[in-house]
């Protein structure tokens, strides 16, 4: 009877050392490669704006717990309202990702050159008549 | 009177506690190869622009796929990384493709307009199913570059690959039988059997072998034991 009393127990603890820690690690990105997939598998306005509120999702959980958003995430947001036309909201979310992680900020430049319509998009030039990019090719790898 | 289930379940937990035991044992106690961590800290990528996968197989949609699964990992591995759809949008616009041909792009070129520490180079070597008449097995096979922006040096190395098997359907001792429900398997195998998770779990995986990254909890720790090394090293000399 102690026996099957002390299994008893050791079950418990086993199930709890295995159960907590699995329900503590939830992920900050909360479905965001199903989401994407979904997206790009079928980029209909729907699945388009399900990913956008995902996007929303994450951040607004981030703040919720005072830590930053995953790497990315606010970049991501930041642009896809940008190409909707919501250009202030776009700005300011690009900016919260250099915040969050200076070394963002070259890419995020040419992320605000995208959504706000000027220049070249990887230089600072304005609109030039050279359609050629800035990208340099060499061999492939 | 314990009930059977009661016990078998309790055996059960108390195996699945003394692999995990055994996992954590193992995994501190293996030591890592200090002067490899050396060479690589050395260059210490903290931003990591993945760019379109190769593909060397016949599904024209793999790469497009493929990019909802590599963040993600390699985000959990403690680096930047630039979202894989911004990146192919950007490159889409520089009249760039998705396939393959942003592999021509010079590294410093990345490094200078994108801000790139490292660029992670993706070969899709099998994204298929292989069908055997009574079965099938759904592969997905990977492998991966990590390129020195600054010196265009590869820095880590890694190829992996994961298998489904499905369709072995068991004898009924009628051939004709056997071979009609063996191929229907085998089919619903295949149509069931999604590559993403696939490569999402080969990316997990693979990606335990690349060092941890500035945000990972295991690189404090880990520089601290590289400089020990060093010292020892140099001590030793």
């Not at chain 1, 990315?72 to 969050?100: F, I, K, M, P, S």
Request: aromatic fraction near 8%; charged fraction near 20%; include cysteine.
């Amino acid at each position: 009877m102690k026996t099957n009393m002390k299994l008893d127990s050791i079950a418990a603890l086993c199930f709890l050392a295995i159960v907590i820690p699995l329900g503590a690690c939830r992920s900050p990105y909360d479905g965001y490669g199903s989401s994407l997939y979904r997206q790009l598998k079928k980029p209909t306005p729907e699945n388009q704006a399900a990913h956008l509120n995902l996007l929303a999702k994450v951040i607004e959980r981030a703040d919720r717990n005072q830590v930053r958003p995953p790497p990315g995430v606010c970049a991501e947001y930041g642009y896809n309202l940008g190409l909707l036309g919501r250009t202030a909201e776009a700005t300011d979310y690009l900016d919260r990702e250099v915040q969050h992680y200076p070394e963002s900020e070259t890419f995020v430049s040419v992320l605000k050159r995208i959504v706000s319509g000027r220049g070249r998009i990887l230089s600072d030039q304005e609109h030039s008549s050279d359609s050629s990019n800035d990208l340099d090719r060499g061999a492939d790898r | 009177m314990k009930s059977p289930w009661k016990r078998r379940l309790t055996t059960v937990l108390c195996r699945v506690l003394l692999v995990l035991l055994g996992a954590q044992l193992f995994w501190s106690c293996a030591s890592p190869d200090y002067r490899a961590l050396s060479d690589y800290y050395a260059v210490e990528p903290k931003t990591i622009c993945v760019l379109p996968a190769r593909n060397m197989t016949t599904d024209a949609e793999a790469p497009l796929f493929y990019m909802a699964t590599i963040g993600q990992p390699l985000v959990y591995r403690g680096y930047y990384v630039m979202p894989t759809p911004l990146v192919a949008d950007i490159l889409a616009r520089e009249g760039i493709d998705l396939d393959g041909e942003s592999w021509t792009v010079d590294p410093h070129s990345m490094r200078e307009h994108f801000g790139a520490d490292a660029l992670l180079y993706v070969t899709i070597e099998e994204w298929d199913t292989v069908y055997n008449v009574l079965s099938s097995s759904v592969n997905v096979t990977l492998d991966y570059t990590l390129v020195d922006t600054a010196s265009g040096e590869t820095i880590w190395t890694a190829r992996g690959t994961r298998r489904v098997q499905g369709g072995n359907a068991t004898s009924s001792g009628n051939f004709l039988a056997d071979l009609v429900v063996g191929a229907i398997d085998a089919a619903v195998t295949a149509a069931t059997t999604d590559y993403v998770p696939l490569a999402s779990e080969l990316n997990t995986e693979i990606l335990q072998s690349l060092p941890p990254g500035v945000y990972h909890t295991d690189h404090e720790r880990l520089q601290k034991e590289i400089t020990a090394w060093r010292q020892e090293s140099q001590a030793n000399q």
